[in-house]
C-alpha cells in the first residue's frame, strides 16, 4: 500500500525537559531502515511488528569504529498498516536526558527524516483513514486533559464512540435525502417512493440524535475546559479569603482595606474529577481610581464568561441595595455566598434567607450558602453546590462533542435540519426540503472529515505540539 | 473526394444538432448517415422533454439548437410534469408526431447553407498518428475533414435480441455499423456494451379504447423554443391509460428463460431508469400491475406505442402478454418489442469538449458516449458541434457550469464518473436544482447565447425584449406599494387574502403564498407582460428566500470549481496520492479541484494533497485545456 506521507518524519514525543524516559517516533515507509542506519544492532535481528527489541543507539560521525554508543534504548516496531499513523512506525524510548533524545533526532535527521510537523503524526494517522475528524480532534483533548472526566471523554471519543454516533446521523439523513430525491425524479412513473408519514418520522427521529450531540456540547466544554467560576461582589465582603480556600493556595492577597484586588486573579482546582476555573475580581463599586475603575469593568466582563456566578454578601453588613443592582446585571447561574458567618445563629440565617428570597423569587434554599473565609469545609459545599447549579454532567453514558469545531457545524446541521421538517410541514416542495436536508448531510460529513474541506489543517490540526 | 471542415457521422437527434451547429457557425460541414430516410428518426418513444429532460431541449433552444423547435412543431399532446410541486421540479413533456418530427428536422438539414448530406455507411476513420482526419466510406472513398463527430447512436456493433434470436443491426429495416468501434479500440480506447429496448407497436383499430382510460394534455401551451408560437400548431390528442394485471407478471415470470436478458446472451448493461417490463416484474416483485400508456405515435398512422412495457421476450410470448392487459385482449401487434445491445465508448475518455482524449479532432456526442434519451443526445450533438467549430476557427472550447445548465451537469457527469449503464438525466443529479430551472432558462444562458453567435440577430431581439421586461416588472414590483387603506384592505380580502397591516410593495404582497400576479391584477396593478415573463417573475419573487439560500451553496462550492488544475500535471508527483488516485486523476485528468472531488474512489484526504501540492506550486487560473500528450500507438 502506498501511504499518504512518503517522506519519513521523526520527532521528539515526550515534553522537553529530564525525565525517566524520553521517547523518539519515527513513522513513513523508510522507518525501520533508518532506525537501522543508527542502531546497526537491530539489522542482526528479524524485527517484528508490536515487539520490543533492546539496541544501542550509535554515532558512527565519531572515529571510533563501528561508532560511539549514544545510549541504550528499547526499540518498538510496528508495520505498515499496523499503527497509529498507518505507515510504518519506529518508537525509541531512551534515557529522558534532554542531549541523549536530541542527539538520537539529529541522526535519525542525518539519516534521511524528516523533522516533524506540528500535529503531523495524527494528521498522516487521518489521512491513511486510520482515524476520522473527530477522532483527531479527540487526540488533541486526551492529550490535553487535566483531569479523570475529560480523558474519559477523549478515550471514548478516539475510541469511535462519537464518530459511530455521527456516521449514524450521517447514514440516516443520506436514506431520507435518496428517498425524497427518488420521489422529485420517479414523481412520474405511479411509484410511491416513501410514506411522507414516514419520513418525517425518521427526520424526527434523527433529530432527536442531533440536538443530544448539539446540547452535550455544554456539558462536554464543561468537562473539557473545566467550570469556569467568577466571585463577584462589593469590596471587602471576603472574596480573595474564598478564592484561596477554594483552589487551596494563596493566590490573592488578602487585607483588610477594600479595593485591594484590582485585577482579574484566576486559580485552578480539581474537585470530584473536574476542574474548576475560579476567578477573583475586583469588587464591585463606584469609583474614581482609574486602575480600580479598569478592574471592575474587568469584573463584569469576566462574570459575563463564567459557567457560575458566586455573588459573596459580607454577612455581619449587607448591603441589600447595591446587590440588587448588581446581581441585575449577571446573566449567568448564581448562588449567593453570605460570609463572614461563622457568628450567625440559626435563625439569623433564616432571616438571611427571607431577605435574599425577597429580593428575587429565583434564589431557592440550595442557592445560598453561608460561608466562612476560616471554614475549610466551605470548599466542599460550594464546590458541590457550583456542580449541582450547572446540571447533570452525564460522562459515562453520552457521547459528548467537545470540540468548538464540531459543535458549530453540528448546529448548522440541526439548523437546516429543522428547516427542512419546516418545509415539510408547510408542505412546500420536496425540492426544497432536499436542499436543506443535503446542507444539513454535508456539515455532518465535514465533521467526520467524509468530505473535502479546505480548512481541516487550519481547524484541527493546528492546535497540536510536534511529535503528536 | 472534396475536404470539409466537419464530417458528422449519423443523423440521430446528436447528428442533426452537431451539424446544423457546425454549418450556422458557418463551416463547411458533411453529414453521412446510412438511411437519409430516417433523420432524426424516433426509434424508440414517440416524445421529447419530460423531467430535467425539458430543461436541456430549453437550453440549447436559447442558444441555437433545433430540438425544440421540432417539438414545437410535431407536438400533438403538451403537458407539463409536476405542474403542482415546486417549479425546479416542473418539467415540459410533449408528446410528437414522429413523421412530422422527422419532415420537420430533415427540411432544417436540406436547407440548411454550409451543409451536405450523404447517404453512404462509414467504415473507418482515417487516423494519422493520433489525429483524426477524415473518413473511409464502405466503398473506399476517402473524405478529409478538420474534425469528426461520431453519432451513431445504437449502431455501433448493434444487436437485435427477440428473444433468443438475434439480428445484427441498431434499429428494425437498419443495418449495423461493423469496424468503427473495433478501430476505435485499437486505438487503446475502452469499449464496453450497453443494452435498451423498446416496446412492441399496436394497431390502432384492435384495441377495446373503452377499457382504457383517456389522458388529456393540458390546454396551456409553454413551447420548447422562444421561437415557436404560442400556440399548438397541429390538433391535439388523447393518450390512453392501461395497467398489466397478474396474469401478464405470471406470463412474463414464467417465461424468463426466454428473455435475453435473463439468460444471460446479453451482457450489455441495461438502464436502470426505464426498465424492460421483465425487469420491473423481478425487481418490484410485490406490485400486483404497472401502468403502461397507450401513445399514438402521430396523427396520420395507426401505430399505437406502448409506454412502459419495453420487453425482448420472443413474439409469441409478447402475444400472450399483452393480450391480458385490459383493452388488448384482441391486439394486434405491427412490431414487435425487442433489445437492442450496442458498443460504447467509456466516457472518462472524453473531454468537457467532447474531443476524444486518445484521437485530437475527434469528437463523440449521444448514445456513444453511454447515455439515453434523444435530449441526452441532441445537448452532446450541440456541444460537440461547437467545439468542433471553435477548434477549427481557433477560439475557446465551449463548455457550460454545473449550476448554469443541466447540459454541464451532463457532460461533467460523464466526462468526471463515466457510466456503467445508460446515463439518464434526473434533477438529481444537478447539485443547483433551484436555480436550473425551465422558467429561468433566458436568465442563464441568454449571455452565451450572444456570444456564440449562432441565434440571429433578430432572434435575440426577441430574448433581449423578455429579459428587458423582466426587469422592468421586477423593478416596477418593488419601487410601487399597496397601502392599508379600508378600500384596499377590503379588496384584498375579497381577493382570498389576509389585510394589510403596513405598507407593503407590490414584491412584499407577491410572496405571499395565495397571491399570483391574477391577484395584483384585480388590484390595478399593470401586469400587462407575456405570460412567461409574469411566470417566470412570480418564481422569482416567491422562492427568492430559497433562490438566495442556494446562490449561497452555489458560492461556497465555487472556491472549489475556481481552482484550476494544469492539464499538464503529473500526478505521480503530488505527495501522498494512492495508486488507484494516481491512476484515475492522469486519467481523467480534472479540470479542477471541484472536478476532481466527483469523481469517484478519489477520497477527501487525497484532496488535500492535490491542494498542498497545487498551492506550492502557483496554480494558474484560467489556463486552457488542451491535451497535448497523447499516447503512442
Known amino acids: 500500500m502506498r501511504n499518504r506521507g512518503e517522506q519519513t518524519i521523526c520527532a521528539i514525543s515526550t515534553p522537553p525537559g529530564v525525565g525517566g524516559v524520553a521517547v523518539i517516533r519515527v513513522s513513513g515507509p523508510q522507518a525501520l531502515l533508518i532506525c537501522k542506519k543508527i542502531a546497526p544492532g537491530l539489522t542482526q535481528k528479524e524485527i517484528k511488528s508490536h515487539q520490543i527489541y533492546f539496541t544501542k543507539i550509535k554515532d558512527t560521525a565519531t572515529g571510533i569504529s563501528g561508532g560511539e554508543t549514544v545510549d541504550e534504548v528499547v526499540v518498538s516496531y510496528f508495520a505498515n498498516g499496523k499503527s497509529f499513523t498507518g505507515e510504518e512506525v519506529v518508537e525509541i524510548s531512551c534515557h529522558g536526558s534532554e542531549y541523549v533524545a536530541e542527539k538520537i533526532v539529529d541522526l535519525l535527521v542525518d539519516n534521511g527524516c524528516k523533522l516533524a510537523e506540528k500535529g503531523e503524526f495524527t494528521y498522516r494517522a487521518f489521512m491513511n483513514n486510520k482515524i476520522d475528524l473527530v477522532q483527531a480532534e479527540s487526540v488533541l483533548s486526551l492529550i490535553q486533559s487535566q483531569n479523570q472526566a475529560s480523558a474519559r471523554v477523549a478515550v471514548r471519543q478516539l475510541q469511535g464512540y462519537v464518530s459511530k454516533q455521527f456516521e449514524k446521523l450521517e447514514s440516516d439523513l443520506t436514506w431520507c435525502l435518496a428517498h425524497i430525491e427518488a420521489s422529485i425524479d420517479f414523481s412520474t412513473e405511479g411509484i410511491d417512493v416513501v410514506d411522507p408519514v414516514v419520513l418525517i418520522q425518521k427526520l424526527k427521529a434523527i433529530r432527536v440524535d442531533l440536538s443530544a450531540l448539539v446540547s452535550s456540547y455544554r456539558s462536554g466544554r464543561l468537562v473539557k475546559d473545566g467550570i469556569k467560576v467568577v466571585l463577584l461582589g462589593k469590596p471587602n465582603v471576603g472574596k480573595s479569603s474564598l478564592l484561596n480556600i477554594f483552589s487551596q493556595d494563596d493566590k490573592a492577597i488578602v487585607t483588610p482595606v477594600a479595593g485591594t484586588t484590582r485585577d482579574v486573579i484566576q486559580a485552578t482546582t480539581l474537585f470530584d474529577g473536574f476542574r474548576f476555573t475560579i476567578s477573583d475580581t475586583a469588587g464591585l463599586r463606584a469609583t474614581e481610581d482609574l486602575v480600580e475603575k479598569i478592574g471592575v469593568d474587568r469584573s463584569q466582563k469576566e462574570a459575563g464568561k463564567a459557567d457560575v456566578v458566586l455573588y459573596v454578601f459580607d454577612g455581619t453588613e449587607p448591603d441589600w441595595q447595591i446587590a440588587k443592582t448588581q446581581l441585575s446585571e449577571v446573566n449567568s447561574p448564581v448562588l449567593i455566598l453570605v460570609n463572614k458567618t461563622d457568628l450567625l445563629s440559626e435563625s439569623q440565617r433564616a432571616e438571611f434567607r427571607k431577605k435574599l428570597q425577597n429580593l428575587s423569587a429565583n434564589y431557592q434554599e440550595q442557592d445560598i450558602i453561608f460561608t466562612s473565609g476560616l471554614d475549610p469545609k466551605s470548599r466542599d459545599r460550594v464546590l458541590t453546590s457550583v456542580k449541582t447549579k450547572i446540571g447533570q454532567l452525564n460522562v459515562l453514558d453520552e457521547a459528548m462533542i467537545t470540540s468548538a469545531r464540531q459543535y458549530e457545524m453540528s448546529r448548522h446541521a440541526l439548523e437546516m435540519l429543522d428547516a427542512s421538517l419546516q418545509e415539510l410541514e408547510k408542505n412546500m416542495g420536496a425540492e426544497f426540503i432536499a436542499m436543506y436536508l443535503k446542507d444539513s448531510l454535508m456539515s455532518i460529513q465535514r465533521i467526520l472529515g467524509h468530505v473535502f474541506d479546505d480548512q481541516i489543517m487550519d481547524r484541527v490540526f493546528k492546535e497540536f505540539c510536534i511529535g503528536k | ?633
Open chain 2, 1 to 633: 473526394m472534396q475536404a470539409f471542415d466537419i464530417i458528422v457521422v449519423g443523423a440521430g437527434h446528436a447528428g442533426v444538432e452537431a451539424c446544423l451547429a457546425g454549418a450556422r457557425l458557418g463551416l463547411k460541414t458533411l453529414m453521412v448517415t446510412t438511411n437519409l430516410d430516417r433523420i432524426a428518426y424516433m426509434s424508440c418513444n414517440p416524445s421529447i422533454g419530460g423531467l430535467a429532460k425539458g430543461h436541456m431541449v430549453r437550453e440549447i433552444d436559447i442558444l441555437g439548437g433545433q430540438m425544440g423547435l421540432a417539438s414545437d412543431a410535431s407536438c400533438i399532446q403538451f403537458k407539463r410534469l409536476n405542474s403542482s410541486r415546486g417549479p425546479a421540479v416542473r418539467g415540459s413533456r410533449a408528446q410528437c408526431d414522429k413523421h412530422v418530427y422527422s419532415a420537420f428536422q430533415a427540411e432544417a438539414l436540406k436547407t440548411q447553407e454550409n451543409l451536405s448530406l450523404l447517404g453512404a455507411e462509414v467504415k473507418r476513420l482515417i487516423l494519422n498518428n493520433h489525429v483524426c482526419e477524415g473518413i473511409v466510406l464502405e466503398d473506399g472513398t476517402e473524405i478529409t475533414a478538420k474534425a469528426v463527430i461520431i453519432t451513431t447512436g445504437t449502431f455501433m456493433n448493434g444487436v437485435m435480441h427477440f428473444g433468443l434470436k438475434q439480428i445484427a443491426g441498431g434499429r428494425i429495416g437498419d443495418g449495423a455499423s461493423v469496424g468503427l468501434s473495433d478501430q476505435l479500440a485499437h486505438y487503446g480506447f475502452d469499449v464496453r456494451r450497453l443494452k435498451t429496448g423498446t416496446p412492441a407497436r399496436l394497431h390502432k383499430a384492435s384495441i377495446d379504447w373503452s377499457k382504457t382510460a383517456p389522458q388529456y394534455g393540458d390546454d396551456k401551451f409553454y413551447p420548447f423554443s422562444f421561437k415557436s408560437k404560442r400556440t399548438y400548431q397541429l390538433p391535439q390528442i388523447e393518450c390512453y391509460l392501461s395497467n398489466t394485471t397478474e396474469e401478464t407478471h405470471e406470463i412474463i415470470r414464467n417465461n424468463l428463460d426466454k428473455s435475453p436478458m435473463f439468460s444471460g446472451i446479453i451482457e450489455g448493461v441495461g438502464p436502470r431508469y426505464c426498465p424492460s417490463i421483465e425487469d420491473k416484474i423481478t425487481r418490484f416483485a410485490e406490485r400486483k400491475t404497472h401502468q403502461t400508456f397507450l401513445e399514438p405515435e402521430g396523427l396520420n398512422t395507426d401505430l399505437i406505442y406502448l409506454q412502459g412495457i419495453s420487453t425482448s421476450l420472443p413474439e409469441d410470448i409478447q402475444d400472450l402478454f399483452l393480450k391480458t392487459i385490459p383493452g388488448l385482449e384482441n391486439v394486434k401487434v405491427v412490431r414487435y418489442g425487442y433489445a437492442v445491445e450496442y458498443d460504447f465508448v467509456e466516457p472518462t475518455q472524453i473531454f468537457h469538449r467532447l474531443e476524444t482524449r486518445p484521437i485530437a479532432h475527434l469528437f463523440l456526442a449521444g448514445q456513444i458516449n453511454g447515455t439515453s434519451g434523444y435530449e441526452e443526445a441532441a445537448v452532446q450533438g450541440f456541444v460537440a458541434g461547437i467545439n468542433a467549430a471553435h477548434q477549427i476557427l481557433g477560439k475557446d472550447e465551449f463548455i457550460l457550469d454545473r449550476d448554469q445548465a443541466y447540459t454541464g451537469v451532463l457532460i461533467d457527469d460523464l466526462v468526471t464518473k463515466g457510466t456503467r449503464e445508460p446515463y439518464r438525466m434526473f434533477t438529481s443529479r444537478a447539485e443547483h436544482r433551484l436555480v436550473l430551472r425551465e422558467d429561468n432558462t433566458i436568465d442563464r444562458l441568454h449571455q452565451v447565447s450572444k456570444k456564440l453567435g449562432i441565434t440571429s440577430e433578430k432572434e435575440l431581439d426577441i430574448l433581449n425584449t423578455l429579459q428587458e421586461s423582466r426587469k422592468v416588472l421586477k423593478e416596477t414590483l418593488a419601487a410601487s406599494s399597496l397601502y392599508p387603506n379600508p378600500a384596499t384592505n377590503e379588496k384584498i380580502v375579497a381577493l382570498g387574502s389576509t389585510p394589510l397591516g403596513k405598507p407593503a410593495t407590490y414584491e412584499e404582497f407577491l410572496r405571499r403564498p395565495e397571491v399570483s400576479f391574477e391577484t395584483l391584477k384585480q388590484l390595478s396593478f399593470e401586469c400587462d407582460y407575456p405570460e412567461e415573463v409574469l411566470e417566470a417573475i412570480e418564481i422569482d419573487v416567491k422562492y427568492s428566500g430559497y433562490i438566495k439560500k442556494q446562490n449561497e451553496l452555489i458560492a461556497k462550492a465555487k472556491n472549489l470549481e475556481q481552482m484550476l488544475i494544469p492539464p499538464e500535471l503529473v500526478y505521480n508527483l503530488v505527495k501522498g496520492l494512492s495508486n488507484e488516485e494516481v491512476d484515475k486523476l492522469s486519467r481523467i485528468k480534472p479540470r479542477t479541484l471541484g472536478q476532481a472531488e466527483r469523481i469517484s474512489g478519489v477520497n477527501p484526504s487525497a484532496l488535500q494533497c492535490l491542494m498542498i501540492h497545487l498551492k506550492g506550486h502557483h496554480i494558474t487560473k484560467g489556463s486552457n485545456h488542451e491535451d497535448v500528450s497523447r499516447p503512442e500507438l
